[in-house]
């Protein structure tokens, strides 16, 4: 079977090409801004803050962080197996990939209806303001991945694929990105403020 | 690499459940502050490098990445 080969040496080649790396970074940083203004508020009102924390349940985001975890490594098996020409492998966990994400989004779902149904609505508390915005704003993250990896899924697919091996990892890069923003808001959220 | 890849998801896994034991743990605060989000830069990085396949890359990103995930958490800690 043949390997294609990148120049991944080159700064302008990383894994994905740089235009995607780019977009990962800005995205980075607008969360790691927003990390970093919620723990500056939380300093005003570490009581209240407190008291909103613990209406989370910290078994949901530790399943989610499972999830997303688990999902990033059938995307990073489902990557190598396409870098061998193995179609059917590299489907199979692209397919794999897809699932862990929408069990990412039906437990995220779950805990947002119960929030709702409490009446933790943005309003209730500056923390849950953050709550919301950032957790929302990662779920849209998720959505999209969810929909570049299905475009991905029947890309690779067809008789005749035109999916390049750059266009593989930079949808990769796009997912895994989804574990690095949750990485960070998890334990902020549900286990130290 | 498959192996590579079990290994890393299997190492995420546990630091994934040692995050969940230490903030149960009850802790001196700082403390907790500094291992949790200190456990979530070593996933972090874990996940750049051998999912995103970083450290093939050129050392510039290596940089790059890691430095952004240093500079958040040491600011969180600095900042709580």
């Known amino acids: ?193 | 690499m498959k192996d590579k890849n079990t290994l890393t998801i299997l190492i995420l896994f546990v630091l994934t459940i040692a995050s969940a034991v230490v903030s149960n743990l009850g802790a001196n605060w700082n403390w907790l502050v500094f291992i949790l989000m200190g456990l979530s830069a070593l996933k972090f990085i874990l996940v750049v490098f051998e999912f995103m396949e970083i450290k093939k890359a050129n050392s510039f990103w290596k940089f790059l990445t890691v430095s952004y995930v240093l500079t958040i958490v040491l600011t969180v800690v600095l900042i709580l």
């Open chain 1, 1 to 193: 079977m043949e390997t294609q080969k990148i120049d991944y040496k080159n700064i302008f080649y990383p894994p994905g090409g740089i235009l995607i790396w780019i977009v990962i970074f800005l995205e980075l940083i607008t969360f790691g801004i927003a990390i970093v203004a919620l723990a500056l508020f939380s300093k005003d009102d570490p009581e209240g803050f407190h008291a909103s924390r613990l209406l989370l349940n910290p078994t949901f985001g530790a399943i989610n962080t499972i999830f997303l975890l688990t999902s990033g490594y059938f995307m990073a098996t489902s990557l190598k197996h396409f870098k061998t020409n193995n179609r059917s492998k590299a489907s199979l966990f692209l397919k794999l990939t897809i699932l862990g994400g929408l069990f990412f989004i039906t437990l995220k779902s779950i805990e947002y209806y119960q929030k709702i149904e409490h009446g933790l609505d943005m309003d209730y508390s500056t923390f849950f303001n953050f709550y919301w915005l950032l957790t929302g704003f990662h779920v849209v993250h998720v959505l999209v991945g969810i929909v570049i990896l299905i475009i991905l899924y029947f890309g690779i697919n067809k008789k005749e694929s035109k999916t390049e091996l750059e266009d593989f990892e930079a949808s990769t890069a796009f997912w895994h990105m989804c574990d690095l923003i949750w990485l960070l808001l998890f334990p902020m959220l549900y286990l130290i403020l």
